[in-house]
């Protein structure tokens, strides 16, 4: 078995200011005082919590990992040469997006498990009410070989939910995702697409829907939120905004092609606040301007792809 992530980091951003970007909350003289100390420990955390995704059914680390919230290609591959992925032969694809606080998106991957044949962004140009242009985080898309199979992947990273202007800019961004779906099943209706992200919507929502229903995604983690348990946990309402959604024919059963075992989120204890009022929810690195040292706002999410043997 393989195992597929995808996390939202929360704000990786290195140390040094970006004079293109809004990045002066991660600088030493900010009132986050974000010092090389605390980016060490975050990338630590981090190199910790990505090798250990679906570790416990597969033994080993991800294949394939899409990752949102990166400031620059500096930040990941200080995150690959952290102390738990150093060893491990993870590459990168990722690209600048035009997002005005100069965090993208990108692929983390085994050289040993996937080749890259074709990558690309997708940016996406939003009009605001009174007619300024707004820009958000590129779309991802990296196709290529995975153990022998092509394969494409969308790494998505959608407009916040905490702004209500921001729910027909999410459905843009499905639209979007639509598009560059459709243009891969002309090249090849049979296609296999992994579409994965921090949608800021759950499976319910329109802008999801819309997606899946438009391409005939499946959605599998339409069966993973309850009452104590999901990625992201606001007010103390848990949700799941990370998610995965494949073509049908990832459910096929044809001798030497990936196939769908199963999804979850990877809400491990050592990832969890530990005590007071907020336990059990992710143990972030910062709650507003306050310094907790965790890892991150999301618990990542991840799938096991079995190859179906021959004698099938």
């Known amino acids: 078995m393989k195992t597929i992530a995808f996390f939202n980091l929360e704000n990786l951003f290195d140390i040094t200011n970006d004079p293109n970007t809004f990045d002066t909350d991660f600088l030493s003289t900010s009132e986050k005082r974000w010092t090389l100390k605390r980016y060490e420990n975050k990338l630590f955390k981090l190199g910790l919590a990505i090798s250990s995704i679906g570790k416990t059914e597969t033994g080993t680390h991800p294949a394939i990992v899409g990752v949102a919230e990166?400031?620059?290609?500096?930040?990941?591959?200080?995150?690959?040469d952290s102390e738990h992925l150093k060893d491990i032969?993870?590459?990168?694809?990722?690209?600048?997006?035009?997002?005005?606080?100069?965090?993208?998106?990108?692929?983390?991957?085994?050289?040993?498990?996937?080749?890259?044949?074709?990558?690309?962004?997708?940016?996406?140009?939003?009009?605001e009410e009174n007619g300024q242009v707004d820009y958000t985080r590129d779309i991802l898309r990296v196709s290529g070989i995975f153990d022998g199979e092509q394969i494409h992947f969308l790494v998505n990273h959608w407009?916040?939910?905490?702004?209500?202007?921001?729910?027909?800019?999410?459905?843009?961004?499905?639209?979007?995702?639509?598009?560059?779906?459709?243009?891969?099943?002309?090249?090849n209706p049979e296609a296999k697409?992994?579409?994965?992200?921090?949608?800021?919507?759950?499976?319910?929502?329109?802008?999801?829907?819309?997606?899946?229903?438009?391409?005939?995604?499946?959605?599998?983690?339409?069966?993973?939120?309850?009452?104590?348990?999901?990625?992201?946990?606001?007010?103390?309402?848990?949700?799941?905004?990370?998610?995965?959604?494949?073509?049908?024919?990832f459910l096929d059963h044809r001798s030497g092609t990936h196939n769908f075992k199963s999804a979850n989120i990877f809400d491990p204890d050592f990832m969890k606040q530990y005590k007071g009022r907020f336990k059990g929810q992710p143990f972030r690195t910062y709650a507003g301007k306050t310094y907790k040292g965790g890892y991150s706002d999301h618990f990542p999410v991840y799938l096991l792809l079995r190859t179906v043997p021959e004698s099938i």
Do not use: C
Not at 159 to 187: F, G, Y
Not at 194 to 218: P, T
């Open 89 to 127: 032969p993870y590459a990168f694809v990722h690209y600048d997006s035009p997002d005005e606080r100069g965090i993208d998106v990108a692929l983390l991957y085994d050289k040993t498990r996937f080749t890259v044949t074709d990558s690309a962004p997708y940016s996406i140009v939003l009009i």
């Open 159 to 187: 407009p916040s939910k905490h702004e209500e202007s921001n729910e027909p800019k999410r459905m843009e961004v499905s639209n979007k995702a639509t598009e560059i779906i459709e243009s891969l099943k002309i090249d």
């Open 70 to 80: 990166v400031e620059n290609a500096k930040v990941i591959q200080d995150l690959l």
């Open 193 to 249: 697409i992994i579409v994965m992200g921090d949608f800021n919507d759950n499976s319910a929502s329109e802008s999801v829907q819309a997606l899946v229903n438009n391409n005939s995604l499946f959605n599998p983690m339409e069966q993973l939120k309850s009452f104590d348990r999901g990625t992201v946990n606001y007010r103390f309402k848990w949700d799941v905004f990370d998610q995965f959604m494949l073509t049908h024919n």
